[in-house]
């Protein structure tokens, strides 16, 4: 089945690193979703990757879809408390309703 | 900024007992999703709905499970009998058209506690 894994599960990093969650799918994917969610919030959209090694970045944050559409990955560039929350990636699998198969989720968790 | 609105926020209930979860999507919005969160585990997805029917649903969503747009803004989750296991965060979204790879907009979410 449609399988979406990401690493780590948890990450806890000193304000001013640099942060990366890792994202992978079982089978190939239509376009890859990224989502924040704050604790006790709801998933927030953040990106939305379609292409082939597609590269997008908003302000401190890069994201990246492989080759082979089947993994990806966001980058968080000089943390702040502010980035705070629980990554998801969200495999869009294609097909007529394009229901959304989440990742595990990666939590961060930021030490000013 | 358009936004997809759920209620009740909370809803507590005992097992057993019939919960209806009510959600109003982003108003030019035609397909409609509900997913669920277990506390601390990932979203998962429940069903689609377009054109007034079902046009996926997970294995999650057996019989107990129902759902319905009763009329042109609401979008509604039924659970006949609730279980202890259905306690979760359950979100609506709404989305335009996925052949175009538009994104899901989330709604805040409907924190149900079976007892």
């Known amino acids: 089945g449609q399988q979406v894994m990401q690493i780590p599960q948890y990450q806890h990093v000193q304000e001013g690193e640099d942060f990366t969650t890792y994202c992978n799918s079982s089978?190939?994917?239509?376009?890859i979703q990224w989502y924040k969610q704050r604790p006790g919030g709801h998933p927030v959209f953040l990106i939305q990757?379609?292409?082939?090694?597609e590269v997008k970045k908003q302000k401190r944050l890069t994201f990246q879809f492989g080759e082979a559409k089947k993994n990806s990955s966001l980058h968080i560039t000089a943390t702040q408390t502010t980035d705070v929350g629980t990554y998801f990636c969200?495999?869009?699998?294609?097909?007529?309703?394009?229901?959304?198969?989440f990742g595990t989720g990666t939590l961060l968790a930021v030490q000013p | 900024e358009p936004e997809v609105t759920q209620t009740p926020s909370h809803q507590v209930t005992q097992m057993g007992q019939e919960v209806i979860l009510r959600c109003v999507p982003i108003?030019?919005?035609?397909?409609f999703y509900w997913y669920r969160q277990i506390l601390g585990q990932k979203v998962e997805f429940l069903v689609s709905?377009?054109?007034?029917?079902?046009?996926?649903k997970s294995e999650i969503f057996d019989d107990q499970f129902s759902v319905e747009r009763p009329d042109g803004s609401n979008f509604t989750l039924k659970i006949r009998s609730t279980k202890l296991e259905d306690s979760a965060m359950y979100f609506c979204?709404?989305?335009?058209?996925?052949?175009?790879?538009?994104?899901?907009?989330f709604g805040p979410g409907t924190r149900l506690l079976v007892l």
């Open positions: 709905f377009y054109n007034n029917e079902i046009s996926e």
């Open positions: 089978t190939t994917l239509s376009n």
């Open positions: 979204a709404s989305g335009t058209r996925p052949q175009r790879k538009e994104t899901q907009y």
């Open positions: 108003s030019n919005h035609l397909y």
């Open positions: 969200a495999g869009d699998y294609g097909g007529a309703t394009n229901k959304l198969i």
């Open positions: 990757l379609v292409k082939s090694g």
